[in-house]
């Protein structure tokens, strides 16, 4: 592993940069911030799709890699630095902590984010009504699934508050029960 401080391109409100930097303050892992403005569109200049050809955040430079996808990168980090594990020991629960992790970066929040909200908008259709249906959605199926299993979970823990964080941002507006 390298010596040097690993680098973070991130944008405050991201919830992929969230997942990243959650990890990497579990773990310990002191890094440089970078910020990549996407409301102003930073993520599209030539110079960041050098670093990240996705033109995503987050981007993480570390050990001499380069790494542009959140679960990548918390793997990355978990398979590098084991300490302080994200996972359970127990083969069944990661197995658990992996399909939950899934609901929420598969099923929750590509579908609420800048990107696909402005494509919703400029077809005509309503972007917070498609945002709180999707958030519910995937919030009624991890409250079925984490019932169902009590398992206690870092990494599902700290991926939960985020979607909880960016739920403010359609559901609080509205009267919406997860009943």
């Known amino acids: ?4 401080k690993p680098i973070l391109n ?3 409100r991201s ?3 969230w997942r990243v930097r959650t990890c990497l303050n579990w773990k310990g892992i002191y890094y440089e911030y970078c910020p990549v403005n996407l409301l102003e569109g930073a993520q599209k200049k030539e110079e960041y799709s050098e670093i990240n050809p996705y033109k995503f955040v987050p981007t993480l430079k570390i ?3 380069v790494l542009t996808q959140s679960v990548e990168i918390l793997e990355y980090l978990e398979e590098t630095r084991p300490e302080k594990p994200l996972l359970p020991t127990d083969p069944y629960k990661r197995a658990l902590v992996r399909s939950l992790v899934q609901v929420i970066t598969g ?5 609420q984010n800048m990107k696909v909200l402005q494509y919703i ?3 005509g259709g309503n972007k917070n009504e498609f945002a709180i249906y999707c958030i519910t959605r995937g919030l009624k199926e991890l409250r079925s699934n984490l019932r169902k299993h ?3 979970i870092v990494l599902a823990m700290k991926l939960l508050w985020q979607i909880f964080v960016f739920c403010r941002r359609f559901i609080m507006q509205t009267d919406l029960e997860l009943t």
Request: net charge negative; charged share 15%; proline share 4%.
């Open 1 to 4: 592993m390298s010596s040097e």
């Open 10 to 12: 991130s944008f405050y």
């Open 15 to 17: 919830s992929c940069s």
């Open 63 to 65: 050990d001499g890699n």
């Open 107 to 111: 099923d929750i929040q590509p579908l």
């Open 121 to 123: 908008e400029s077809t």
């Open 150 to 152: 009590l398992i206690n």
